[in-house]
């Protein structure tokens, strides 16, 4: 196991600059996620750890060995790929142990090697099967098992649930935590499904445009985003969004939207002066159906347009000052509805550079 430490790290493509100066450090041991949209450079990034690319500047180092220009087979990392790579005319076992076998470890280690794998994946009964013979989720274990028997210092996967169904893509979630907690290998972990790297990780590493956004803990990004653009990535649904104006008032922070309609925020926010545009960001849970108790100037009145029942959860959309809102919430189309705003959970946004105020 080993500590990876990316200081600089830059890459380009011809003309076009993929990654822009990243730093980041990640502690022996530890299980983090790099997530963004597509073209963020989030696989070039594994990419470059692996040893697959080539850095254009600052360096990569491994334990404490700079490996920024050693090949791929020194660097001690293991990889598993989304299209899993397994050789279709070999067995599970010989697919497993083919790494070890390519490196002349003694044949009754590879098989001792082998069935350590096999066990901790639940792997036993298909060793003698070809790839073909198995279903996607096995498929997956059995290029984890070939990474495993390595023991490398580092593990790192490449979006390796995307080719699954939905219902075993939360099965193979559980697989893979537990087998970080088994073998506490430090894990880099790829992928554009926030929910795998929210349920999955220690930290998070939010990338946009080939710079890093934002890193820290599910929790400290899912409650203290520090851009609307992290806000909007992480959380499922997304954040909503609503353009105001900061009002005069200096006591406490009201908010004017495009129809007139208006929202005080309380003592949060204070101190924005007035005329500001701001951008309103509130997550579908910290609206309810306002009642007696919540303050006139603390809701938001709309029309629900569609419903979405998801068995234990119902989202609502809602027309509020000509935007859609996401509530978690009960209620029939057409309904004309106040929504009440938890004021404590709501963020301030910067309309031009997209920063938390």
């Known amino acids: ?6 200081r600089r790290v830059d890459k380009t493509f011809g003309t076009h600059q993929a990654i822009q100066g990243l730093d980041l450090s990640i502690a022996d041991g530890e299980f983090v996620a790099l997530v963004g949209p597509s073209g963020c450079g989030k696989s070039t990034t594994l990419r470059m750890i692996a040893g697959l690319e080539g850095v254009s500047g600052g360096a990569i180092v491994i334990g404490e060995r700079d490996v920024s220009h050693l090949p791929a087979r020194d660097r001690d990392i293991a990889m598993v790929f989304q299209s899993y790579a397994l050789y279709p005319h070999m067995t599970v076992a010989e697919n497993i142990g083919f790494g070890l076998k390519l490196r002349g470890t003694r044949r009754s280690r590879i098989a001792e090697l082998v069935d350590e794998a096999a066990e901790t994946l639940q792997l036993k009964e298909v060793l003698g099967r070809k790839p073909k013979e198995l279903s996607g989720g096995q498929r997956q274990r059995v290029a984890m098992g070939r990474a495993m028997v390595r023991h490398p210092q580092v593990f790192l996967f490449d979006e390796p649930l995307s080719n699954l169904d939905a219902k075993l893509r939360v099965h193979m979630r559980a697989q893979i935590k537990k087998l970080h907690r088994q073998l506490t290998t430090t894990t880099i972990y790829v992928t554009h499904d926030q929910t795998e790297a929210m349920t999955l990780a220690d930290r998070i590493v939010v990338m946009n445009h080939g710079r890093i956004e934002q890193v820290g803990t599910p929790h400290q990004l899912y409650g203290a985003p520090v851009s609307k653009f992290v806000a909007g990535f992480i959380g499922s649904p997304e954040m909503n969004f609503l353009e105001a104006v900061v009002d005069e008032a200096a006591a406490t922070c009201d908010l004017t939207f495009a129809d007139g309609s208006r929202l005080s925020l309380g003592e949060a926010h204070v101190g924005l002066p007035a005329g500001r545009p701001v951008t309103l960001g509130i997550r579908p ?4 159906l306002a009642g007696p108790g919540d ?9 629900v347009e569609v419903i979405e029942p998801l068995g234990a959860d119902t989202l609502i959309h809602v027309i ?7 509530a978690r919430l009960a209620a029939e189309v057409g309904d004309r509805i106040a929504l009440g705003v938890d004021r404590t959970r709501a963020h301030l946004f910067d309309p031009a550079s997209g920063l938390t105020l």
């Open 1 to 6: 196991m080993a500590t990876v430490e990316l």
């Open 285 to 288: 849970e910290h609206l309810h």
């Open 295 to 303: 303050p006139q100037d603390a809701r938001l009145s709309g029309v």
């Open 320 to 326: 509020v000052a000509g935007r859609t809102l996401v």
